[in-house]
C-alpha cells in the first residue's frame, strides 16, 4: 500500500512538471506579440502641402528640401533607435525644420497681414493621451518645444498670444528678436496677396490667401509622427499658418484632434492644408476614430479622411501617420507634399511631388 502511495505522489509529481512545462498558446503569442512591438519603430514627417509641381522648383531647391527632410527624419530615427521616446523623436526633428527658413514654421513663417508672424504648434502623448498647445505666439523658436512644455508644466492643454509667452519666460525660453523669422520670399508673397486683394473687389474666401505667383496659399507647415521601441505613440505640428490672415486667425495645427492626434490604441497623425477644413472634418482624430470604432487600417482611415470628407467639403492638403504596429501613411489630395518616412530597417523614403 506504502509503495502504491509513493508511486502515485511521484507519477503526479511528473505530471505536474509536465503541464508546467506545457507551452501556453495565449502567453507565447503575448510574448511574441510584445516582441514585435519592441522591434517596430518608425518616423514620419511633412513639410508641408500644395501645389508643389515639379516645373516649378529649381533642381537646387529641389534637393535643399529633400536634404533637410533627410536631415530632420535622421535626427528623430537615432532617438528611436537607441531607444529614446517618440516624443523626444518627433520634437527634435521638428526642431529641424523649425529652424530651416524653407519651412512655414519658426523661422520662414508667413506673414499675416499686418506683416507679422504668428506662429502655432500643438503635440500629443499617445501613451496617456496628454496634450499641449500654443498659438499666435510671436517670440518664441521652436513653438513645438512650448507646446510641449504646456503639455508637461502646466495644468492647460492650449495657452495663446502674450499668455503664452508670459508662461515661455517662466519656463526659461528665450526671445527671439521678430527680425529672425523675416524671410524675404515669404514677405514677397504677402505683398502680392495684398496687390491681388487691392486689385480685385470680389477675393473669394481662398483668394484672399493665395500669392498670385506660386498659385497657393500655404506651403511649408511641418509635422512629425513616431512609434518608439517602448510601443508609444507621439504627433507633432509646428506652423506659421497662412499668409495674409487676419485679426488672430488660428488654424488647425495648435488644435488636438485637428492637426495633431496621438493614441496608443490606434495611431500618431499630423495633419498640413487649408486649416478652416481641417478644423470642421476633426481630421487627425476622425482618422483614429475611423480605426478605434470601425476597425478600418490606418491607410484606409487615411483615404477616407483625405481623399473623400475634406475634398466635399471644399478643403485640401494631406497628412502624415504612424499605427501601433509602426504602418506609416502619408496621404495627401494635393499637387504634393514634403515628406519622408523611415522605417525600423531603416529603409528611408523621401518625395515631394504625386507620383
Ligand atoms: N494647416 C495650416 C493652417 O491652416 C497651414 C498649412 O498646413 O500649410 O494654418
Same mark, same amino acid.
Given at each position: 500500500?506504502?509503495?502504491? +502511495?509513493?508511486?502515485?505522489?511521484?507519477?503526479?509529481?511528473?505530471?505536474?512538471?509536465?503541464?508546467?512545462?506545457?507551452?501556453?498558446?495565449?502567453?507565447?503569442?503575448?510574448?511574441?506579440?510584445?516582441?514585435?512591438?519592441?522591434?517596430?519603430?518608425?518616423?514620419?514627417?511633412?513639410?508641408?502641402?500644395?501645389?508643389?509641381?515639379?516645373?516649378?522648383?529649381?533642381?537646387?531647391?529641389?534637393?535643399?528640401?529633400?536634404?533637410?527632410?533627410?536631415?530632420?527624419?535622421?535626427?528623430?530615427?537615432?532617438?528611436?533607435?537607441?531607444?529614446?521616446?517618440?516624443?523626444?523623436?518627433?520634437?527634435?526633428?521638428?526642431?529641424?525644420?523649425?529652424?530651416?527658413?524653407?519651412?512655414?514654421?519658426?523661422?520662414?513663417? +508667413?506673414?499675416?497681414?499686418?506683416?507679422?508672424?504668428?506662429?502655432?504648434?500643438?503635440?500629443?502623448?499617445?501613451?496617456?493621451?496628454?496634450?499641449?498647445?500654443?498659438?499666435?505666439?510671436?517670440?518664441?523658436?521652436?513653438?513645438?518645444?512650448?507646446?510641449?512644455?504646456?503639455?508637461?508644466?502646466?495644468?492647460?492643454?492650449?495657452?495663446?498670444?502674450?499668455?503664452?509667452?508670459?508662461?515661455?519666460?517662466?519656463?526659461?525660453?528665450?526671445?527671439?528678436?521678430?527680425?529672425?523669422?523675416?524671410?524675404?520670399?515669404?514677405?514677397?508673397?504677402?505683398?502680392?496677396?495684398?496687390?491681388?486683394?487691392?486689385?480685385?473687389?470680389?477675393?473669394?474666401?481662398?483668394?484672399?490667401?493665395?500669392?498670385?505667383?506660386?498659385?497657393?496659399?500655404?506651403?511649408?507647415?511641418?509635422?512629425?509622427?513616431?512609434?518608439?521601441?517602448?510601443?508609444?505613440?507621439?504627433?507633432?505640428?509646428?506652423?506659421?499658418?497662412?499668409?495674409?490672415?487676419?485679426?488672430?486667425?488660428?488654424?488647425?495645427?495648435?488644435?488636438?484632434?485637428?492637426?495633431?492626434?496621438?493614441?496608443?490604441?490606434?495611431?500618431?497623425?499630423?495633419?498640413?492644408?487649408?486649416?478652416?477644413?481641417?478644423?470642421?472634418?476633426? +481630421?487627425?482624430?476622425?482618422?483614429?476614430?475611423?480605426?478605434?470604432?470601425?476597425?478600418?487600417?490606418?491607410?484606409?482611415?487615411?483615404?477616407?479622411?483625405?481623399?473623400?470628407?475634406?475634398?466635399?467639403?471644399?478643403?485640401?492638403?494631406?497628412?502624415?501617420?504612424?499605427?501601433?504596429?509602426?504602418?506609416?501613411?502619408?496621404?495627401?489630395?494635393?499637387?504634393?507634399?514634403?515628406?519622408?518616412?523611415?522605417?525600423?530597417?531603416?529603409?528611408?523614403?523621401?518625395?515631394?511631388?504625386?507620383?
Amino acid at each position: 500500500m506504502k509503495k502504491i +502511495v509513493i508511486l502515485t505522489l511521484i507519477s503526479f509529481f511528473f505530471y505536474a512538471c509536465n503541464i508546467k512545462k506545457e507551452p501556453n498558446p495565449t502567453e507565447f503569442s503575448h510574448k511574441k506579440a510584445k516582441k514585435e512591438q519592441i522591434e517596430n519603430f518608425g518616423i514620419v514627417i511633412h513639410g508641408g502641402a500644395g501645389t508643389i509641381l515639379k516645373e516649378n522648383m529649381s533642381d537646387s531647391l529641389e534637393a535643399a528640401y529633400k536634404q533637410i527632410l533627410e536631415i530632420a527624419i535622421k535626427k528623430g530615427y537615432e532617438i528611436l533607435e537607441n531607444g529614446g521616446t517618440s516624443l523626444e523623436a518627433i520634437a527634435k526633428t521638428i526642431n529641424v525644420m523649425e529652424n530651416s527658413p524653407l519651412f512655414n514654421a519658426g523661422k520662414g513663417a +508667413v506673414f499675416t497681414h499686418e506683416g507679422t508672424n504668428e506662429l502655432d504648434a500643438s503635440v500629443m502623448d499617445g501613451s496617456n493621451l496628454d496634450a499641449g498647445a500654443v498659438s499666435g505666439v510671436k517670440k518664441i523658436k521652436n513653438p513645438i518645444d512650448l507646446a510641449i512644455k504646456v503639455m508637461t508644466n502646466s495644468p492647460h492643454v492650449m495657452l495663446s498670444g502674450k499668455g503664452a509667452e508670459q508662461f515661455a519666460l517662466e519656463q526659461g525660453f528665450e526671445f527671439m528678436d521678430p527680425s529672425y523669422f523675416y524671410t524675404e520670399s515669404r514677405f514677397q508673397s504677402l505683398q502680392k496677396i495684398k496687390d491681388a486683394e487691392k486689385n480685385t473687389s470680389t477675393l473669394d474666401a481662398k483668394s484672399a490667401f493665395v500669392d498670385p505667383y506660386i498659385k497657393d496659399y500655404k506651403f511649408g507647415t511641418v509635422g512629425a509622427a513616431a512609434l518608439d521601441k517602448h510601443g508609444n505613440l507621439a504627433a507633432g505640428t509646428s506652423t506659421g499658418g497662412m499668409t495674409n490672415k487676419k485679426w488672430n486667425r488660428i488654424g488647425d495645427a495648435p488644435i488636438i484632434g485637428a492637426g495633431t492626434y496621438a493614441n496608443n490604441a490606434t495611431c500618431a497623425v499630423s495633419s498640413t492644408g487649408w486649416g478652416e477644413f481641417f478644423i470642421r472634418a476633426v +481630421v487627425a482624430h476622425d482618422i483614429s476614430a475611423l480605426m478605434e470604432y470601425k476597425g478600418l487600417s490606418l491607410k484606409d482611415a487615411a483615404k477616407e479622411v483625405i481623399q473623400k470628407k475634406v475634398p466635399a467639403l471644399g478643403g485640401d492638403g494631406g497628412i502624415i501617420a504612424i499605427d501601433k504596429d509602426g504602418n506609416m501613411v502619408m496621404e495627401f489630395n494635393t499637387e504634393g507634399m514634403y515628406r519622408a518616412s523611415m522605417n525600423a530597417k531603416g529603409e528611408l523614403v523621401i518625395a515631394i511631388y504625386k507620383d
